[in-house]
């Protein structure tokens, strides 16, 4: 895996132009990677993504994450081959297995075999990227006799894992460009995290020399160490209940979250911040005071993230989001 340290930016907003111009600012800045999310249901993360494309010129443009069964892996393909027409070869696909809440409780689509659903995702989005006729008969999805009309501006695309568990980063090593680890942050278990990165790749006889081994941050900076725990609990505690009906990932004995809390929070209508402890603060978010900020982020990067993707939390709310991502830059980058 590569030892250079890549930051990326990442902005959830119900406003599209918000993005954009975050986007703007962070190249500027420069970061490496901005990364736009798909949740449900806020601005589609396309669209976003390519007028982003149209008003920079250097930055990497991440899609943080796509699940497999909103949208059929030939559409995906089909949506990222135009992104990466008009960035000139600046997107980055990030797939992830999706929200269970999301896509079987509120859509009414089956969440069957998602490692195996991102797998075949995978597969397909390759073959066609390098011009391949699809002739795809899997377990989750069928596609054949179709071809690229696009004209793909390269024949390989660099493919993100979204994964927390140990079969999706085996499967990142085996077969993708990278990974964004999810709310987890102790050097442990980045180390474990790349230790199955590792295998997988072994498995498959890959070189991860370039791998990207990516982390999503959610980061509230500030000498104030209660205000800026305050400031990420709402991050925390949303991204904690949306994994709620997905009790097995690891993500819930990391932060220290006892079985009674994870089947509460899997039964609310919405987070439930009083659950969220101060401890699972600590362990999941970048908190606190500048130099303490620095000291997790480098604990993460020693332990082998080579890709840190900050998520930012406004502390004191007067300022601007600008103000705050400049505040950052200048005592993380």
């Known amino acids: 895996m590569t030892k250079a340290v890549e930051f990326g930016l990442i902005h959830e907003t119900t406003r599209a132009g918000d993005s954009v111009r975050h986007a703007i600012l962070a190249e500027k800045l420069g970061f490496s990677s901005y990364w736009v999310p ?17 008003q920079t010129k250097r930055i990497k443009i991440g899609i943080g994450v796509l699940n497999p069964y909103t949208r059929h892996p030939v559409l995906t393909a089909m949506e990222f081959a135009a992104l990466d027409q008009l960035s000139q070869g600046r997107g980055i696909l990030g797939i992830g297995a999706g929200v269970k ?93 790349v230790q199955h990165v590792r295998n997988g790749a072994a498995r498959a006889g890959r070189d991860l020399q370039k791998f990207a081994m990516g982390a999503l941050l959610f980061t509230a900076m500030s000498d104030d160490e209660a205000k800026a725990r305050e400031a990420a609990r709402p991050f925390v505690a949303w991204g904690v209940w949306l994994f709620a009906r997905q009790p097995y990932l690891p993500i819930f004995a990391e932060a220290g979250i006892s079985t009674e809390n994870v089947e ?9 911040r009083e659950l969220i402890s101060d401890e699972a603060i ?5 908190v606190g005071s500048p130099s303490h900020c ?34 950052l830059v200048s005592h993380l980058l």
Not at 41 to 53: E, H
């Open 282 to 286: 600590s362990r999941i978010a970048v």
């Open 101 to 193: 809440l999301w896509i079987e409780d509120q859509l009414g689509i089956r969440y069957t075999r998602p490692v195996t659903a991102m797998r075949e995702m995978i597969s397909i989005s390759r073959a066609m990227f390098r011009g391949e006729e699809l002739m795809h008969a899997g377990r989750v999805f069928h596609a054949s006799g179709l071809r690229f009309s696009a004209e793909p501006v390269r024949a390989e695309i660099p493919i993100h894992l979204g994964a927390t568990g140990q079969r999706s980063l085996e499967l990142a090593g085996e077969a993708a460009d990278g990974v964004m680890l999810n709310c987890m942050l102790s050097p442990e278990f980045v180390r474990s995290a």
């Open 264 to 272: 509460r929070l899997s039964k609310s209508s919405r987070p439930l």
């Open 38 to 54: 798909e949740d449900y249901a806020f601005p589609g993360a396309f669209s976003i993504c390519s007028a982003i494309a149209c």
């Open 294 to 327: 620095r000291e997790i982020v480098a604990g993460i990067v020693e332990a082998g993230i080579t890709h840190p993707v900050l998520a930012i939390a406004r502390i004191n709310g007067p300022e601007t989001e600008a103000g705050v991502v400049k505040e």
